[in-house]
């Protein structure tokens, strides 16, 4: 392929260090490093920006692939060009991968592996391998192409410039959702980004997969005791979706496919959580925390996804919230209510403006009110403060606080339209 020439990539990644690919190669060379390859999303951004000129690139990293070992590489790295060009950053042993920065670069470099997944959804045990071993056991075909920087000539053991020609994707295997049920996150955020389709095979695999749910873990079980893939990977695939990808196309492939059942039943059912997320970032709600919130039990799903405890506690507000309002709604007591009464229930309620703003994007029927403090009474002080009450002879003591609140709560009857 002769668009993936060092000179073209000197061309298309201007970030680059200068020599970067000859250094990478010297450094495998001189531990006896016997084959290395850039693989994954720079190698398949570049060949799908030569095939569809108006595609544009945006340099992340850069994936390297070695038959050795990455620690050892990576002090050698360091022995070569020095501790000031060459930062180690993250050594993970247990998947044989580290991370490192050089001239201000990240680059991830991994260990041609195997994996074998024990359990259904579990993290997998692995091995050394060789590189080819390690792009067939990979998750899509459009990722499992690589460039040997020796050769400089592609490998491409799964068809992916097929797939990229048709701008399909492809899950590699048939037991790919049944291993690792985040892949069905990626295939979105994969479609959603370079605008491909994922194929009709993959597509039957996502549902037939998520019908017959392999996993020993099912949703109402102990939120804490589900495997990985159905918990902190989750969240972390998906909040890549959020921050990274067009998530509105992403999460409507995930609807189409069938795919948010993985997180909640009810959640593939609704129809109204874009709109949620598009209003919730103008109070600064994190769209996974916004989408989440109209699942059947979103408490247990922010557990199980090991959100944040700010993230928790948005949600727990909103559900309390919920819960009272279900209940004042029922007893039809609300339909006297002043605005002065709305304004001291929920702030006796110390309702987070982030869970009640949740409840209006959920469309509780008792949104108008809830709107109506959030963007009218909320904002609203007292015409009148301490000094001014002191200044009138009041003798300071308690009296002075319940005056100033009596005050605002006649101004927010005055100016209510309720």
């Not at 873990?217 to 969240?235: E, M, Q, T």
């Not at 209940?327 to 110390?350: P, V």
Request: charged share 30%; glycine share 4%.
């Amino acid at each position: 392929m002769h668009y993936l020439t060092e000179s073209i990539f000197k061309k298309e990644f201007k970030e680059l260090p200068k020599g970067i690919f000859k250094i990478l190669v010297d450094t495998a060379i001189s531990i006896n490093i016997s084959k290395i390859a850039i693989v994954g999303g720079f190698v398949r951004d570049l060949i799908i920006k030569s095939k569809y000129k108006g595609n544009k690139i945006k340099f992340n990293d850069l994936d390297i692939l070695i038959e050795g070992d990455v620690y050892k590489y990576a002090k050698e790295l360091q022995n070569l060009l020095g501790s000031k060009r060459v930062t180690i950053l993250r050594n993970n042993e247990a998947y044989k991968t580290l991370e490192l920065i050089i001239d201000g670069i990240k680059i991830d470099i991994a260990s041609a592996r195997e994996e074998k997944y024990m359990k259904a959804g579990e993290n997998p045990t692995v091995k050394y391998t060789t590189i080819n071993k390690d792009l067939i056991r990979r998750d899509f075909n459009i990722n499992a192409i690589a460039l040997d920087l020796k050769e400089q000539k592609l490998i491409d053991l799964n068809f992916g410039l097929d797939a990229i020609s048709n701008r399909k994707i492809d899950f590699l295997h048939s037991l790919s959702v049944r291993d690792d049920p985040t892949r069905i996150i990626r295939a979105a955020r994969y479609a959603a980004r370079l605008d491909f389709k994922l194929s009709l095979e993959s597509i039957k695999q996502i549902k037939s997969t998520i019908n017959s749910w392999p996993w020993s873990w099912h949703i109402g079980d102990d939120p804490k005791l589900a495997p990985s893939a159905l918990a902190s990977r989750l969240k972390m695939e998906l909040e890549l979706l959020f921050e990274n990808e067009p998530s509105g196309k992403a999460i409507n492939n995930l609807k189409d496919w069938g795919g948010l059942k993985i997180l909640d039943p009810k959640l593939q059912c609704e129809d109204q959580f874009q709109e949620r997320i598009k209003l919730a970032k103008d109070l600064n709600i994190q769209p996974l925390t916004a989408l989440i919130y109209g699942a059947q039990d979103p408490i247990s799903l922010s557990e199980r996804l090991q959100l944040s405890q700010e993230q928790k506690s948005v949600i727990k507000g909103g559900v309390k919230l919920k819960n009272y309002l279900k209940s004042i709604y029922f007893s039809k007591e609300y339909k006297d209510w002043s605005a002065s009464k709305w304004t001291t229930i929920l702030e006796q309620k110390n309702s987070h403006k982030q869970s009640l703003a949740l409840e209006i994007y959920i469309n509780n029927p008792l949104k108008k009110y809830l709107l109506n403090w959030l963007n009218n009474w909320s904002k609203l002080e007292s015409p009148i403060n301490g000094d001014y009450l002191l200044a009138k002879g009041w003798e300071p003591g308690p009296e002075i606080g319940i005056e100033i609140k009596r005050q605002r709560m006649i101004l927010i009857d005055k100016i209510s339209n309720i």
